[in-house]
């Protein structure tokens, strides 16, 4: 059985990220203390940057605290200041997309709070696409998960591929 507490300043963390907008190092919580039903971790950000894209999710809550540093969440639609000490509701819900940006010249961090569910479908609004995810929650790179990122567009009907034979 896991310890059920852990320090801040026992984390590790992995940075992540994508060019020069998406970047973050995030330290994993949830197994380190034995948490089964949330997942937790803490997320570090550099002026300039944000972790991921402005995303909704149909099956995931998330609650963001902001631990340190001032920066912008970007929620439905608008924009909202963030500092130290601010608590961020993001429903699971694909009307409400959010993201975290540092917009400021300092680090920005955050505990990233959310259900462990091991089935998502997200919305990316800005880039129009859509992702399903099904697998361990605990372990997002495990190959045996499935994960799927495309655009309405190019999706194909329910009967493609299918024949009477």
Same mark, same amino acid.
Do not use: E, F
């Given at each position: 059985m896991a310890k059920p507490v852990i320090n @801040?300043?026992? %984390?590790e963390y992995e940075r992540f990220g994508k060019g020069d907008r998406f970047e973050a190092e995030r330290a994993p919580v949830s197994a380190q203390i034995g948490a089964q039903? %949330?997942?937790?971790?803490v997320v570090r950000l550099q002026p300039g940057k944000c972790?991921?894209?402005y995303?909704?999710?149909?099956? @995931?809550e998330e609650m963001f605290y902001i631990l340190s540093g001032t920066g912008t969440l970007r929620h439905a639609g608008k924009e909202y200041p963030l500092r130290a000490g601010d608590f961020i509701c993001s429903p699971a819900d694909p009307e409400q997309p959010h993201q975290v940006i540092n917009?400021?010249?300092d680090e920005l961090t955050y505990?990233? %709070?959310g259900n462990q569910a091991t089935t998502d479908v997200m919305l990316y609004p800005d880039s129009g696409k859509y992702g399903v995810w099904h697998g361990d929650p605990e372990n997002p790179r495990d190959?045996?998960?499935f994960r799927v990122f495309a655009r309405r567009e190019t999706a194909v009907d329910y009967w493609d591929g299918e024949t009477d034979d």
């Open positions: @801040v300043d026992q %984390l039903k %949330l997942g937790y971790a972790a991921w894209p995303h909704s999710h149909h099956t @995931v917009t400021s010249a505990i990233a %709070l190959p045996a998960n």
